[in-house]
C-alpha cells in the first residue's frame, strides 16, 4: 500500500529552464525570467488552491553572480520590480514570505525590499511561500555549522537542523526540477535528504497547473519509506500479525 500522502505538504522547486525558453524564440535571456514570474505566479496560486502548504523556489543562487553581467543586473531589476507588484497581492490572497540566502552583497534597495514583503505578509497562514535568492546548499550547511560553533553548541543532526536556515518548515516532501536537467544544483542538500525527486523536460515558463499535477501524481505513485522496508510502512498487518 502506498505510504504517499494524497498530496505533499511541502514542494521545492529549481525553476530551470528560462534562458533556454527565451533562445529558442529568439529573445535575450531576460525575456525568459520575466516570463519565469508569470509561471512563478501561476504555480504560487496552484500549490495553494492544492492546499499544498510550503513552496519553496530557487530563484538566484550564489553561483549566479558568474553569469554575464547584462544578465545578472537584469534579474536584480526583476526582482526590484516583482517585490513591488507581487507582494501586494500574495499578500492578499494569504501567501506569506520568507526569503532565504546571503543577503550581504545585495544592493540596499533589494535588501529593505526583501524585508519589508517579508514583514507584509507576516500574517498570512494560506500558504508559506520561501524564496531562495542568493542560496546555496553548501552556503546554508556551512552557516548553520558556524552559528553553532560560534555559540559553543554542539554539532549535531539535531543541532545542526535546527539551525538550517528552512527550520521554520518541514522538510521538503516533493522535489522538481524543470528544464529536463538532472541534478540538484546546491539547492537544499541537507532538507532533500528523503524528498521525492522528479524531473520535468518543460522549460520553467511551460510548467503549468497541469505539469504541476503530472508531479503530484508520480509523488503519489512513490513508496516513502525512510529507511524502512516496505512490510514496515504498509498499513496492511504483517503475517505475524494475522496468525496471531
Given at each position: 500500500m502506498?505510504n504517499a500522502?494524497?498530496?505533499?505538504?511541502h514542494?521545492?522547486?529549481?525553476?530551470d529552464?528560462?534562458?533556454?525558453?527565451?533562445?529558442?524564440?529568439f529573445?535575450?535571456?531576460?525575456?525568459g525570467?520575466?516570463?519565469?514570474?508569470?509561471?512563478?505566479?501561476?504555480c504560487?496560486k496552484?500549490?495553494?488552491?492544492?492546499?499544498?502548504g510550503v513552496?519553496?523556489?530557487?530563484?538566484f543562487?550564489?553561483?549566479?553572480?558568474?553569469?554575464?553581467?547584462?544578465e545578472?543586473?537584469?534579474?536584480m531589476?526583476?526582482?526590484?520590480?516583482?517585490?513591488?507588484?507581487?507582494?501586494?497581492?500574495?499578500?492578499?490572497?494569504?501567501v506569506?514570505?520568507?526569503?532565504?540566502?546571503?543577503?550581504?552583497g545585495?544592493?540596499?534597495k533589494?535588501a529593505?525590499g526583501l524585508?519589508?514583503a517579508e514583514?507584509?505578509t507576516?500574517?498570512?497562514t494560506?500558504l508559506?511561500?520561501?524564496?531562495?535568492f542568493?542560496?546555496?546548499g553548501r552556503?546554508?550547511i556551512a552557516?548553520?555549522?558556524?552559528q553553532?560553533?560560534?555559540?559553543?553548541e554542539a554539532?549535531t543532526e539535531?543541532?545542526?537542523?535546527?539551525?538550517?536556515a528552512?527550520?521554520?518548515?518541514p522538510?521538503?516532501?516533493?522535489?522538481?526540477?524543470t528544464?529536463?536537467e538532472?541534478?540538484?544544483?546546491?539547492f537544499?542538500l541537507?532538507?532533500s535528504?528523503?524528498?521525492e525527486?522528479y524531473f520535468?523536460d518543460?522549460l520553467?515558463?511551460?510548467?503549468?497547473?497541469a505539469a504541476?499535477?503530472e508531479?503530484?501524481?508520480?509523488?503519489?505513485?512513490?513508496?516513502r519509506r525512510f529507511?524502512?522496508t516496505?512490510?514496515?510502512?504498509?498499513d496492511?498487518?504483517?503475517?505475524?500479525?494475522q496468525?496471531?
Amino acid at each position: 500500500m502506498n505510504n504517499a500522502p494524497a498530496i505533499p505538504h511541502h514542494v521545492a522547486i529549481v525553476m530551470d529552464g528560462n534562458g533556454r525558453w527565451a533562445t529558442r524564440r529568439f529573445l535575450p535571456r531576460v525575456a525568459g525570467h520575466k516570463q519565469g514570474i508569470e509561471s512563478l505566479r501561476r504555480c504560487v496560486k496552484a500549490c495553494a488552491d492544492r492546499r499544498i502548504g510550503v513552496l519553496t523556489v530557487f530563484a538566484f543562487s550564489s553561483e549566479n553572480w558568474n553569469r554575464p553581467i547584462e544578465e545578472v543586473s537584469g534579474l536584480m531589476e526583476l526582482m526590484a520590480l516583482a517585490l513591488g507588484r507581487e507582494v501586494p497581492k500574495l499578500s492578499r490572497d494569504g501567501v506569506r514570505l520568507h526569503f532565504i540566502g546571503e543577503r550581504r552583497g545585495l544592493s540596499d534597495k533589494i535588501a529593505k525590499g526583501l524585508a519589508d514583503a517579508e514583514a507584509a505578509t507576516a500574517h498570512n497562514t494560506r500558504l508559506q511561500l520561501n524564496v531562495c535568492f542568493n542560496y546555496g546548499g553548501r552556503w546554508d550547511i556551512a552557516r548553520a555549522a558556524a552559528q553553532l560553533a560560534e555559540r559553543g553548541e554542539a554539532i549535531t543532526e539535531l543541532s545542526l537542523d535546527r539551525a538550517m536556515a528552512l527550520s521554520h518548515v518541514p522538510d521538503p516532501d516533493l522535489f522538481i526540477r524543470t528544464g529536463g536537467e538532472q541534478r540538484l544544483s546546491n539547492f537544499l542538500l541537507w532538507q532533500s535528504a528523503y524528498a521525492e525527486l522528479y524531473f520535468s523536460d518543460r522549460l520553467w515558463p511551460e510548467f503549468d497547473e497541469a505539469a504541476l499535477d503530472e508531479a503530484i501524481a508520480a509523488y503519489q505513485g512513490r513508496e516513502r519509506r525512510f529507511g524502512q522496508t516496505s512490510a514496515q510502512v504498509t498499513d496492511l498487518p504483517s503475517p505475524a500479525r494475522q496468525s496471531a
